[in-house]
Structure formats: structure tokens, C-alpha cells
């Protein structure tokens, strides 16, 4: 699978971390750093960018999950 870093970053720290949900900022701000240049928005381009990648159906998502008003979580 070709991963870019970032891509490779977040679903890493999403799968160490898996069932806990994650806020686009807290993400944002443990994948880029407090010093990105940028905002959360980066971390849905990402997320997307991963759930074709990963997914069997990126539509209907099994392992990259949104939580709605949350943010996201890893469900193995």
C-alpha cells in the first residue's frame, strides 16, 4: 500500500489508538503539530485520502469511522 507520510502518521496513531474517538483538532494538532501552517479541515482531506486506500467500500467505511459531532476512531 502507498502511503504518504501524513497518511501513514495518522492511521497509525489511529490504530495504536483504537476505539477511542478523536476531534479533527486534536488530530490536527498531534499528526501536524501546534506550529502547522494550515487547519483541521487538512485532517478530512486526509481521512478521505486513507478510506480509499483502506476500505473496501470508502462510502460505507468499516475501519475509519466518523463519529458524528465527535470526530473519527480506528474500529479494528
Do not use: C
Not at 478523536?22 to 486526509?46: C, M, P, Q
Amino acid at each position: 500500500m502507498d502511503l504518504k507520510k501524513k497518511e501513514f502518521d495518522l492511521l497509525h496513531f489511529l490504530v495504536v489508538n483504537a476505539d477511542i474517538v478523536f476531534s479533527k483538532d486534536s488530530l490536527y494538532e498531534r499528526i501536524w503539530g501546534f506550529d502547522a501552517i494550515g487547519d483541521n479541515a487538512t485532517v478530512a482531506v486526509h481521512i478521505n485520502r486513507l478510506r480509499d486506500k483502506i476500505e473496501q467500500d470508502p462510502g460505507d467505511p468499516k475501519f475509519i469511522q466518523t463519529v458524528w459531532g465527535a470526530g473519527y476512531r480506528f474500529q479494528p
